[in-house]
């Protein structure tokens, strides 16, 4: 079992920053991808950032230039810094990540795991 654990949310002015946090833990031989995705209230929930352990990191076009994701591998934990953030950045986000496991019956396996979500609000 692969459990997730997220912090950083919280409510801020325009022009702020926050830095959400994602901690897995668990039998997990290898994290694929880690990821942050959003969901205003009657809105779809969408792709903000993605980091993969190798390959192109992805953001979503609004927020390149105010948003990075890392990861630290060693700590199996990924960061999303925001900054200048805006009132249509306020929404619940929640880390997504995409590991290895082991079976128990032999071999591997892939698991795609979700965060509880922590909510970012925006409002003067």
């Known amino acids: 079992q692969v459990q997730l654990v997220e912090s950083g949310g919280g409510l801020v002015q325009p022009g702020g920053s926050l830095r959400l946090s994602c901690a897995a833990s668990?039998?997990?031989?290898?994290?694929?991808?880690m990821g942050w995705y959003r969901q205003a209230p009657g809105k779809q929930r969408e792709l903000v950032a993605t980091i993969p352990a190798a390959g192109n990191i992805r953001y979503k076009e609004s927020v390149k230039g105010r948003f990075t994701i890392s990861r630290d591998n060693a700590a199996n934990t990924a960061y999303l810094q925001m900054n200048n953030l805006k009132p249509e950045d306020t929404a619940l986000y929640s880390c997504?990540?995409?590991?290895?496991?082991?079976?128990?019956?032999?071999?591997?396996?892939?698991?795609?795991?979700w965060g509880q979500g922590t909510q970012v609000t925006v409002s003067s």
């Open positions: 668990g039998n997990i031989l290898r994290i694929n991808f």
């Open positions: 997504n990540v995409g590991v290895t496991v082991p079976r128990s019956t032999g071999g591997t396996a892939l698991g795609d795991y």
